[in-house]
């Protein structure tokens, strides 16, 4: 099966940037649409940022539109979130999750993923 290793988490400044990894590993992996998922404290898991498998096309959150940027490594291992001019919102949890199938348009609600990593802290604090 899918297995999502996430890593890059950490404490940064407001105004800060971090770069997200999401480690894929498996043998439909590179056909697979990522999404980046996030959890705060107190509130529901939000859909971040996808990425689809079929055409590469990629999709963002409102709330992180020109401020996130996701995309792939050139071996389809990786899949990375960068994440610019950080908020202290943007304090939470972040997930990276692998749809259940193969070669679909990605989506920013969480049913369609089956695959889950563990999860990175994200701290956005002076």
């Known amino acids: 099966q899918l297995r999502l290793v996430e890593s890059g988490g950490g404490l940064v400044q407001p105004g800060g940037s971090l770069r997200l990894s999401c480690t894929t590993s498996?043998?439909?992996?590179?056909?697979?649409?990522i999404g980046w998922f996030r959890q705060a404290p107190g509130k529901e898991r939000e859909g971040v940022s996808c990425?689809?498998?079929?055409?590469?096309?990629?999709d963002y959150a409102g709330s992180v539109k020109g401020r996130f940027t996701i995309f792939r490594d050139s071996a389809k291992k990786k899949v990375y979130l960068q994440m610019n001019s950080l908020k202290p919102e943007d304090t939470a949890v972040y997930y990276c999750?692998?749809?259940?199938?193969?070669?679909?348009?990605?989506?920013?609600?969480?049913?369609?993923?089956?695959?889950w990593g563990q999860g990175t802290q994200v701290t956005v604090s002076s």
């Open positions: 498996g043998f439909t992996s590179d056909y697979n649409s």
């Open positions: 999750a692998a749809d259940a199938e193969l070669f679909r348009d990605c989506v920013l609600f969480s049913y369609p993923y089956a695959y």
């Open positions: 990425i689809s498998s079929s055409d590469g096309s990629t």
